[in-house]
């Protein structure tokens, strides 16, 4: 019978351009506050495992699971890096899951980091279509916007979805983002901005883009009976779900879902003895503001087709049926990339702590986190809570 699993400590850089920074520093700082917040000592801790997508491009340092220990000071013990593209960390996490369950450790760290902005924004866009079919798609010229915009333009003709609910989506998670002391961006939009600002691939603009960025995430993880001797609020994870579609979005029988995205939600909620209606709040994976409607539809929060009018009728807001984003999401929290899997679950570990200040969903016990990688080739699902079982 597997372990059930429990998280004890988070920690966290802000998201952002970290000029002063390296890789290493993000690390060190993100992987520290989740040690300290955990009450832990270094003795304790028997594995790292840490995502990121391009560590070796994007800041000429691959090796990131040695880098991990060597600088958290934690030599001699084992360390894994995780690769998923975007899902980096949600993939360090689940393995981490795993090694729990097995019996096998008691106190594992898990970390993810990306620094993007060091190369200029076409290098990182040439370096995320690694992400996707590079024979197929990106050696065409296919970038990830213009994935998403395919899938955006699809979804609009489909099922009316318009060009001002999308927009609704980055408004929203700009608005968000206002209570994130460690989001990117601390700015205000409007429908107005996104649909002024400057086109990246039709019919995305800039607003409707997750940012180039720089951070790195870390939480600690211990056998959910041993919780309670490091903190009052563990937080449970009730379900670990992955799942796969291909790397190629021209190989996809319908653009307008992520077969990956229902398989991996349908699972965990199994895992969980939960429905979508159990879950309080969801931070999902809105690299481009289609993908949050997309994900919204294929998680069952809503009916496929409805996610446009979903989010123009505010039940996606704090306040609303299941509040998304409120962290502010990948689209004004900042998406460096092999920091954002563990950067979703530290926002729900937050908010079910009843920690997460002016953007506290009030009375939330359970929590879903949708992290993608590529197009939806790679997609992990958590769902957290506040109670054991
Ligand atoms: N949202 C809001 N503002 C943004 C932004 C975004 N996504 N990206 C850049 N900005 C702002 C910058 O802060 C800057 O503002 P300032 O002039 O006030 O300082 C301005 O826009 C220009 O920034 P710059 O870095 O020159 O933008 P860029 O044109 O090089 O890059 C994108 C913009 C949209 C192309 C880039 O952010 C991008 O590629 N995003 C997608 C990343 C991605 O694909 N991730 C993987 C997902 S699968």
Redesign the pocket.
């Known amino acids: 019978m597997a372990r059930d699993v429990a998280i004890v400590g988070v920690g966290m850089t802000k998201f952002g351009e970290h000029w002063d920074k390296g890789l290493r520093e993000l690390i060190m700082e993100a992987g520290i506050k989740s040690v300290e917040d955990a009450g832990i000592s270094g003795k304790d801790i028997e594995l790292i495992i840490g995502g990121s997508m391009s560590s070796g491009i994007f800041a000429g340092q691959d090796h990131t699971g040695a880098l991990f220990t060597d600088y958290l000071g934690l030599n001699p013990i084992p360390s894994i890096r995780t690769e998923a593209a975007?899902a980096s960390s949600s993939v360090a996490l689940s393995t981490g899951i795993m090694a729990v369950q097995s019996g096998r450790y008691n106190c594992v760290v898990i970390g993810g980091v990306e620094k993007m902005t060091d190369v200029y924004?076409n290098m990182?866009?040439t370096t995320?279509a690694g992400?996707m079919d590079r024979d197929n798609e990106a050696n065409f010229g296919l970038?990830?916007?213009g994935v998403?915009a395919l899938m955006a333009k699809r979804h609009m003709h489909q099922y009316g979805t318009t060009r001002e609910q999308i927009a609704m989506v980055a408004v929203k998670n700009h608005e968000n983002a206002m209570h994130n002391p460690n989001a990117q961006?601390h700015r205000k939009i409007t429908v107005d901005d996104v649909l002024k600002s400057p086109l990246?691939s039709d019919p995305l603009r800039?607003?409707d883009?997750?940012?180039?960025a720089d951070g790195a995430s870390s939480l600690v993880i211990v056998p959910a009976e041993k919780a309670k001797q490091y903190t009052d609020t563990p937080i449970y994870i009730r379900a670990s779900s992955q799942a796969s579609d291909t790397l190629g979005l021209y190989r996809r029988p319908d653009i307008t879902t992520v077969n990956a995205n229902v398989v991996a939600s349908r699972n965990a909620y199994k895992q969980a003895g939960m429905t979508p209606k159990d879950i309080h709040f969801a931070e999902v994976h809105d690299?481009?503001t289609i993908n949050e409607i997309i994900a919204t539809e294929d998680l069952g929060f809503v009916k496929k087709g409805d996610g446009g009018r979903f989010v123009q009728s505010g039940e996606t807001q704090l306040g609303g049926k299941i509040p998304i984003n409120t962290s502010g999401g990948l689209?004004a929290k900042g998406?460096p990339?092999g920091a954002t899997g563990v950067a979703q679950v530290i926002e729900a570990v937050e908010q079910l702590r009843g920690n997460a200040g002016g953007r506290q969903v009030s009375g939330a016990e359970n929590g879903l986190t949708h992290n993608v990688g590529?197009?939806g080739s790679t997609v992990v699902v958590h769902i957290l809570s506040r109670n054991r079982k």
């Open positions: 975007c924004s990182a866009t995320l992400a970038t990830f916007p998403y961006f990246v800039l607003l883009c997750s940012p180039i690299c481009f689209k998406h990339v590529g197009s």
